[in-house]
Nanobody, 130 residues
């Protein structure tokens, strides 16, 4: 079982920035994994934001991200980040990271990434005030 822990969520004013972190617990590494970021706002379905493939560092983004959010990784620290800039009130949500089972080298598109996610963190709350 893979346990993921997200951190970095907090209250921020509109226009501000946050960096979320996703780390695997219990010695699990992301050496062969793809790690994705998702969010779920109250009353809405969970939506895909971005993902990064560990093997080749290829990234996938939802169309609406439009360069406001950037996913990155630190291979030495075994951490995946989500840098979020120019935050808007509508970005308020619980943000989750997830990872696959580590057997797939890469994915063609974000649809495949979403279907491959098997392990999820508990989420971190991001609240953007106007």
């Amino acid at each position: 079982q893979v346990q993921l822990v997200e951190s970095g969520g907090r209250l921020v004013e509109a226009g501000g920035s946050l960096r979320l972190s996703c780390k695997a617990k219990s010695g699990r590494t992301f050496d062969t994994s793809t790690v994705g970021w998702f969010r779920q706002a109250p009353g809405k379905e969970r939506e895909f934001i971005a993902a990064i493939e560990w093997h080749g560092a290829k990234s996938h983004y939802a169309d609406w991200v439009r360069l406001r959010f950037i996913v990155s990784r630190d291979t030495d620290k075994n951490v995946v980040y989500l840098q979020m800039d120019n935050l808007k009130v509508e970005d308020t949500a619980v943000y989750y990271c997830a990872t696959d089972d580590g057997t797939q080298a890469g994915y063609e598109d974000d649809s495949e990434v979403r279907q491959a996610m098997r392990y999820w963190g508990q989420g971190t709350q991001v609240t953007v005030s106007s």
